[in-house]
């Protein structure tokens, strides 16, 4: 009597699941059980309304490795938006290292236009000329796993050229980073110089980028020179920018003022404040003061440093913003990654569970195929 009511249990747990060729096992749907007892039948509703479980090439242990595998990859991803977090902390040191720098020549040079007056238009870097050519300075990555940031900066780029083709400005490149000089080269884009950008942007490569600059403009080869580059807006937001180079705006220089961005954490997580930072104030030269150079040519000698440091300011707000990209990037695919393990663990322990019922049926079959 207790031999027939363990046999009866088991055929009523069995009876939830079913076996098919094309996969190991069969689980019903949620809520069938319901639906049975609900119809006061003893299982036709649900077998109707049963649907199958695929397991993954029909064995349990290969949703096993998989489920390795998933979590194997979210370590790794989120290992990388850490060391993203590191290196944008790292960009953000540099930047707060170049403002002593950025000011003092703002304010000098505020102050030495104010001394100048009108004089200082008769520079060649300040002065405005018909635009016949343009050059755009374009800051893309070197890398990739990063998001949208190389593509938008890309479509920025080439919106421009389209642009300028379509006012009749005949127009090149002047392409810092990898994935930019890949994408354009393939292309056959007028491409005047390449330059790497790395994760480390120094003061060198920015005066290599600002003399090629200078040197094209100066030689008539350009008439101005616009940058494009992706401002750091936050870590889940940046904005493909455009902005003039050269020919300089004297006003702009002047009269411009900054912002510095600054991670923090707050509850465990990544964040970024930004601070208004004002315009430096104009050092007050007397007019009694006699200067060893003409005032012209201490002008002209500041205007190249003054584009070196907003190149290296761009490259390491490029560079930023890569970063941001690429926290944000790794932190989706790790939230993938536990999404997509925890599906297959829920699909493991169905397998698991319908193998265990199916050798228990094999084993009352045998026992009562004994008994009789």
């Known amino acids: 009597m207790k031999f027939l009511c363990v046999a009866a249990a088991a055929l009523a747990t069995a009876s939830a699941f079913t076996t098919s060729p094309g996969a190991l096992t069969g689980v019903a749907r949620p809520g069938a059980f319901d639906d049975a007892f609900?119809?006061?039948s003893t299982g036709s509703v649900a077998h109707r309304t049963r649907r199958a479980t695929i397991v993954m090439d029909g064995k349990a242990n290969a949703i096993r490795d998989r489920i390795k595998t998933v979590n194997?990859?979210?370590k790794i991803t989120s290992a990388m938006k850490l060391v993203a977090a590191a290196k944008v902390r790292r960009a953000q040191d540099s930047v707060l290292a170049t403002r002593p720098f950025s000011e003092t020549l703002q304010s000098v040079f505020g102050g030495l236009i104010n001394r100048l007056g009108g004089e200082a238009a008769?520079?060649?870097l300040l002065t405005q000329r018909e635009v016949n050519k343009v050059t755009l300075v374009v800051i893309t990555g070197d890398r990739g796993l990063c998001g949208g940031y190389n593509s938008f900066i890309i479509k920025k780029a080439e919106a421009r050229m389209k642009t300028l083709k379509e006012a009749g400005v005949d127009s090149d490149m002047i392409l810092i980073g990898k994935k930019g000089s890949t994408y354009f080269k393939r292309r056959d884009y007028p491409i005047r110089k390449i330059f790497e950008c790395g994760q480390n942007p120094n003061s060198k490569q920015a005066l290599a980028i600002s003399e090629e600059i200078?040197?094209?403009?100066?030689?008539?080869?350009?008439?101005?020179?616009?940058l494009l580059y992706t401002k750091f807006v936050s870590l889940i937001a940046s904005t493909p920018s455009v902005r003039t180079l050269v020919p300089f705006s004297a006003s702009e220089i002047s009269q411009q003022g900054d912002e510095v961005f600054q991670l923090t954490s707050s509850g465990g997580d990544f964040s970024v404040e930004r601070k208004e930072v004002g315009v430096a104030?104009?050092?007050?030269?007397?007019?009694?003061m006699?200067?060893?150079q003409d005032p012209l040519q201490?002008?002209?000698?500041?205007?190249?440093l003054y584009l070196n440091g907003q190149i290296l300011r761009t490259l390491q707000e490029s560079v930023a913003s890569e970063l941001a990209a690429r926290m944000q990037s790794m932190q989706s695919a790790s939230d993938n990654a536990g999404a997509l393990a925890k599906r297959l663990s829920q699909e493991y322990n169905r397998a698991r569970q319908a193998a265990v019922t199916a050798e228990i049926l094999e084993i009352v079959s045998g026992a009562a195929a004994l008994e009789g």
């Not at 200078?214 to 616009?226: H, P, R, Y």
Request: charged share 20%.
């Open 298 to 304: 201490i002008v002209n000698s500041i205007l190249p």
């Open 214 to 226: 200078i040197n094209s403009f100066l030689s008539g080869e350009t008439d101005a020179v616009e």
């Open 72 to 74: 194997n990859t979210k």
């Open 281 to 288: 104030e104009p050092q007050d030269f007397p007019n009694d």
């Open 290 to 292: 006699i200067f060893e």
């Open 122 to 124: 008769d520079l060649p």
């Open 38 to 40: 609900a119809a006061g």
